[in-house]
Nanobody, 113 residues
Framework: VQLQASGGGLVQAGESLTLSCSAS?????MGWYRQAPGQQRELVAT???????NYASSVKGRFSVSRDTFRNEVYLHMKDLKPEDTGVYFC???????????WGQGTQVTVSS
C-alpha cells in the first residue's frame, strides 16, 4: 500500500490546518501519527472502516479525523493549533490484526507562538 501525505506547513498558534493522505487502497484503520524532534512517534488520531475514531488526549476537541473510503483518503482537520503540535505527521494504514502496517512519508507541521 502506497500512502501519500500532503498539507503540512507553517502556521501561527490558534490557526487551522488540514492534512490529507491518499492511499493506493483502504485498510481497516487509517490515520495519523506524529513525531516531534527527539521524541518517539505517537498516535494522533485514527479511524476505522466502521467510523470508529481514536484520538490522543492532547488533541481531543481540536483535531478531527475523517476518511473517504471511496477515494481511499484520510484527513486530519486541525484547529486551535499549539506550538506543541509541531512535528512530522505520518499517515498510517493497517489491517485489523496489525499484520499489515504501512507508513507514508511525513509532512512537516510547524506551529509558531
Amino acid at each position: 500500500v502506497q500512502l501519500q501525505a500532503s498539507g503540512g506547513g507553517l502556521v501561527q498558534a490558534g490557526e487551522s490546518l488540514t492534512l490529507s493522505c491518499s492511499a493506493s487502497r483502504s485498510l481497516f484503520s487509517m490515520g495519523w501519527y506524529r513525531q516531534a524532534p527527539g521524541q518517539q512517534r505517537e498516535l494522533v488520531a485514527t479511524i476505522t472502516t466502521g467510523g470508529v475514531t481514536n484520538y490522543a488526549s492532547s488533541v481531543k476537541g481540536r483535531f478531527s479525523v475523517s476518511r473517504d473510503t471511496f477515494r481511499n483518503e484520510v484527513y486530519l482537520h486541525m484547529k486551535d493549533l499549539k506550538p506543541e503540535d509541531t512535528g512530522v505527521y505520518f499517515c498510517n494504514a493497517r489491517s485489523g490484526d496489525w499484520t499489515y502496517n504501512y507508513w507514508g512519508q511525513g509532512t512537516q507541521v510547524t506551529v509558531s507562538s
